[in-house]
């Protein structure tokens, strides 16, 4: 029997190739116990394999006898998701408020690790390269490293913030997400009947209507799945919104510079009052050439990067092209994914002000300093590049 293993990586690279191709008869591979060892595997190191769930089911009570129990009942689908135990964690960021984090048993994490290595294989090669958190081989890293190389010569920063967007994905509308892509109605059961396995708070019993939990093996892919269509969306306004540029550098500055170049070629030439009188004109002509736009200004572009739910978007254009484009994330947002998108922390930003992302502060350089090129005349440095700064506030203060 082929290892289940190799048949995913078939199944990751069909995804790859074929776009657009519906994926059938997944479930099949939940009921092959190699892939229960394979999930054990990645389990069993995490701190969190013996941390209990609402019974006494931990890492410590894998056998070959419970992968075949687990096989039946899913094989009858009899298998039904034991709920999440409820408990809370400080933020970090500020540790007065707390987050509330699910703990599954271990033998819902164990079908969860099986079911996201399946849903995985189909996904992966469809999340697009502005999309960096919980994906293999990225982080907070890739996604400042992409920040700051991308996003130079922007204008303006639409900081992005969907109110409680964890808590509040809705179960039928993700179920829809991922039922155009796998035509295979019993995983999208399975799926459902995670969302909907409710939770136990102080040993009471609460049904769960939307969201998925913190903590649970599958929730960072379904909420990646969910968030995918908000990535989709952004490049469709990217395509509209973008404009071809018209010239690399515009009529006044190349007149600027030309000026600029004959008066370091006559300067040498010249002596006395003269000479003195072309120095102080060049540098006139310089202090202007730093005021005057290299490009050109009616060239648009924008520019998405997304780790989880934060996401920052980059302008080159006007502050009513930020409005316009903060409007349509509010419509589609509300109307597609069926969450809100918060109005006074999506904040635009002149990037020569400090916008946050990650934890740091992001803004464009602007510098008027220069130095000298190998020819040995004064350019341009720094200008327009990105820069990631530490704030000095109160998440700073509580490690100093």
Known sequence: MQPTTEILERISKDSLTHKEEVFTRLYRYL???????????????????????????????????????IIQS????????????????????????????????????????????????IYEPLFLDCSHGFRPKRSCHTALDKLKYQFGGVRWFV???????????????LVGFIGSKVKDARIVKLVYKFLKAGYLEDWVYHKTYSGTPQGGILSPLLANIYLHELDKFVMQLKDEFDTPEKGKITPEYRELHNRIKNLCYH?????????????AECKTLRKQLLKTPCTAQTDKKLKYIRY?????????????????????????????????????????????????????????????????????????????????????????????
């Open 31 to 69: 009921l092959r116990p190699d892939i229960y060892y394979q999930a054990y595997q990645r389990l069993y190191t995490n701190k969190g394999a013996s941390t209990k769930g609402i019974n006494q089911d931990t890492a410590d009570g894998f056998s070959e006898a419970k992968i075949e129990k």
């Open 74 to 121: 899913l094989a009858d689908e009899t298998y039904q998701p034991t709920p999440v135990r409820r408990t809370y964690i400080a933020k970090k960021s500020n540790p007065k408020k707390k987050r509330p984090l699910g703990i599954p048993t271990f033998t819902d994490k164990l079908v969860q690790e099986a079911l996201r290595m399946i849903l995985e294989a």
């Open 159 to 173: 900081e992005g913030d969907i109110k409680g967007c964890f808590d509040n994905i809705n179960h039928d509308a």
């Open 267 to 279: 300067i040498d030439r010249k002596n006395g009052v003269e000479r003195e009188s072309m120095i």
């Open 308 to 400: 989880a739910d934060d996401f920052i978007i980059g302008v080159k254009g006007s502050k009513e092209d930020c409005q316009w484009i903060k409007s349509k994330l509010s419509e589609f947002i509300g109307q597609t994914l069926k969450m809100e998108l918060s109005e006074e922390k999506t904040l635009i930003t002149h990037s020569s002000e400090c916008a946050r992302f990650l934890g740091f502060d992001v803004r464009v350089r602007r510098c008027e300093k220069v130095k000298r090129n190998k020819k040995g005349t004064k350019a341009r440095t720094l200008n327009n590049h990105v820069e990631l700064l530490v704030p000095f506030d109160d998440k700073i203060h509580n490690f100093i």
